[in-house]
């Protein structure tokens, strides 16, 4: 599962990573969000993506390498951020 913090408890209704696929069930409709992917040993952002009126999303990272990621989701003046493996 992706690791995050208390407050996203509010934000997020489902989370979680199989099989290099994470997918992410929020509350509430997001009306702006941008999702960001960073691989923490390199530093390259792998997946960044602009959305509108969002409240779920499945994205399929298996074709990145495994390795330690962090995942950002920005909305509003909120921003969460989570680590997760990929193996």
């Known amino acids: 599962t992706?690791?995050?913090s208390?407050?996203?408890?509010?934000v997020y209704k489902r989370q979680w990573l199989y099989n290099n696929v994470i997918s992410l069930d929020f509350e509430d409709l997001l009306p702006t969000i941008t999702i960001s992917i960073i691989n923490e040993t390199t530093g390259v952002t792998i997946y960044l993506e602009n959305y509108n009126n969002l409240n779920s999303i499945i994205i399929d990272l298996?074709?990145?390498k495994s390795g330690?990621?962090?995942i950002r989701i920005?909305?509003?003046d909120i921003?969460?951020?989570g680590n997760f493996?990929?193996?």
């Not at 208390?6 to 509010?10: E, G, K, M, R, V």
């Open 85 to 87: 493996v990929l193996e």
């Open 2 to 4: 992706l690791d995050r």
């Open 62 to 64: 298996s074709t990145e």
């Open 74 to 76: 920005e909305y509003d």
């Open 6 to 10: 208390s407050a996203a408890s509010d």
């Open 68 to 70: 330690y990621y962090l």
């Open 79 to 81: 921003i969460l951020e």
